[in-house]
């Protein structure tokens, strides 16, 4: 069974703070690795994805893998109220089409 | 540029009705998904598309099948619709690569109630 694991959470951290998720899969042989934001009752929006061991950066967002370890994290900086929503981890194994999706972690920001 | 679209966004149906739930892209992409999503379970794969011409059950197919009727266009179809299937659904689809298939596109879903 391929699997993807994320802390439920909530996970709250202040206005301004760091907020650092992590997710762990099963699969070694994954290549390909997501982060999506869901809103609450809207669709996922793609953040980032990242192939490549080490650190991905796009504006206050910052993906890291280690393919050794076997986890992929997602920081976000300069945490704002609006990005309080469920973050989704998903990876795609090697060889096959199939995106697998943690069950997702969901971030307060305190104001 | 509509991307992924979704249709009906609502849908209530009692216990051993049918329906199809419709998706259609318009980024070109050759390979389409439907997923459902549930509280606590995260989104799970119903069924993918790899390319026109081909449809793969994923985790949990049971209750459905699926058409790829073109490339723009994968439908999801319930033939008796039960209580266990109420559920968010979202089609997606992206586009293989020869090292890396792209993110998935998500459409706006679909919220099935099953009386």
């Known amino acids: 069974q391929k699997e993807v694991e994320q802390n439920s959470g909530p996970l709250s951290v202040p206005e301004g703070a760091i907020a650092s998720l992590n997710c762990t899969y099963s699969d070694r042989g994954s290549q390909s690795f997501f982060w999506y934001r869901q809103y609450s009752g809207k669709s996922p929006e793609l953040i980032m994805f990242?192939?490549?061991?080490g650190d991905k950066e796009d504006g206050r967002f910052t993906a890291q893998l280690n393919k050794a370890s076997q986890y992929v994290s997602l920081l976000i900086r300069d945490s704002q109220p609006s990005d309080s929503a469920t973050y989704l981890c998903a990876v795609l194994p090697q060889g096959t089409y199939k995106y697998i999706f943690g069950t997702g972690t969901r971030l307060k920001v305190l104001a | 540029n509509a991307g992924v679209t979704q249709t009906p966004k609502f849908q209530v149906l009692k216990t051993g009705q049918s329906m199809t739930l419709q998706c259609a892209q318009d980024?070109?992409?050759?390979?389409m998904y439907w997923y459902r999503q549930d509280p606590g379970m995260g989104l799970r794969l119903i069924y993918y598309?790899?390319?026109?011409?081909?449809?793969d059950k994923g985790e949990v197919p049971n209750g459905y099948n699926v058409s790829r009727l073109n490339k723009r266009e994968f439908s999801l179809r319930l033939e008796s619709a039960a209580p266990s299937q109420t559920s968010v659904y979202f089609c997606?689809?992206?586009?293989?690569?020869?090292?890396?298939?792209?993110?998935?596109?998500f459409g706006n879903g679909t919220r099935l109630t099953v009386t």
């Open positions: 997606a689809s992206s586009e293989p690569g020869r090292l890396h298939n792209s993110p998935l596109h």
């Open positions: 598309s790899a390319s026109e011409g081909t449809t």
């Open positions: 990242i192939y490549s061991n």
């Open positions: 980024m070109n992409h050759n390979s």
